[in-house]
């Protein structure tokens, strides 16, 4: 059964928005994902017009998703505010190069912009043939509204392809007793697609080992990768004793050639809109076709 994170959405924002303003310390993580992801589009047949990127950040993702399909209309969504501000800054009309070569001067932006919850998306039905996600999906509230959102705005035949981090993300921080929050077991929202309505859904798991020279730079990658968003989370300063001890435990990491090394779970999942979409009711529609008469015999 899947259970909803414990985490605090206004922190969530305000985090990603204080983020957004510093040097993409996490971003090799998210591009790594972001590479993955794009190698399986080729696998299907799939020439979208419309791709929303729900997560979109600072819109790295939407570049490499316009350099894939050049002829697609993007839209980004994201809850923060600054991470929106940061995208629009760097999908401007470029002034040389690939985008601008294929960009006349009137044309329009590589991609519409909006701060919008993921919960309840401002876009229409049924108005997107591919929805993505890169590493969102754990930092909603309610991961099953996010995705009855997402088969929302779908059109029947629409491809969903998402990411985000599994139960054993951070597992050797927790087994040191850190407090994070619960990442999603991938067969639990492999039932949750179903729910909604999705079909053909297909979920798989890699895990990824990273490494680091230092105890603060591990934690540090860690911040900038969302940081404590917990509703339950300590609201003051840690104490310089406290702050050791912890480097301290997370010394405890480092293997035999001297690196810390830490454990991230991505699932990858992607799932078609069928065809015929169930309503918003949850009721299936039924059409009743006239037999056809048997042809008389001559």
Not at 29 to 37: A, G, H, I, K
Not at 113 to 131: E, R, T, Y
Request: aromatic share 8%; proline share 5%.
């Amino acid at each position: 059964m899947l259970s909803p994170p414990d985490i605090d959405p206004a922190a969530v924002r305000r985090q990603f928005s204080r983020r957004a303003r510093q040097a993409p310390r996490a971003d090799f993580l998210l591009r790594e994902v972001e590479s993955r992801m794009l190698e399986r589009l080729p696998l299907v047949r799939l020439a979208p017009k419309r791709i929303v990127d729900v997560g979109c950040g600072r819109g790295e993702g939407l570049l490499a998703l316009k350099r894939q399909y050049p002829e697609a209309a993007l839209v980004g969504v994201d809850a923060s505010l600054g991470a929106i501000r940061r995208a629009r800054e760097s999908l401007a009309a470029p002034s040389r190069g690939f985008f601008a070569r294929m960009l006349r001067a009137d044309a329009d932006p590589i991609a519409a912009l909006v701060a919008g919850d993921a919960h309840a998306l401002p876009l229409k039905n049924g108005s997107a043939d591919l929805v993505w996600s890169n590493l969102a999906l754990h930092w909603f509230e309610s991961p099953q509204s996010a995705i009855d959102e997402w088969y929302r705005v779908m059109r029947p035949g629409a491809l969903l392809d998402f990411s985000f981090f599994g139960v054993d993300t951070f597992a050797e921080l927790r087994a040191l007793g850190a407090r994070t929050m619960s990442f999603h077991d991938m067969h639990d929202i492999g039932d949750v697609l179903m729910e909604a309505g999705f079909s053909e859904p297909v979920m798989d798991m890699q895990r990824l080992t990273l490494s680091w020279k230092t105890p603060q730079a591990l934690l540090d990658d860690v911040r900038a990768l969302g940081g404590n968003a917990l509703r339950g989370r300590f609201r003051g300063l840690l104490g310089r004793r406290s702050r050791d001890e912890w480097l301290r435990a997370i010394e405890s990491l480092r293997d035999g050639d001297g690196l810390i090394r830490c454990t991230v779970e991505i699932v990858f999942g992607h799932a078609w809109c069928p065809q015929r979409k169930r309503r918003s009711d949850g009721l299936a529609s039924i059409e009743f076709q006239p037999r056809r008469r048997d042809a008389e015999a001559g």
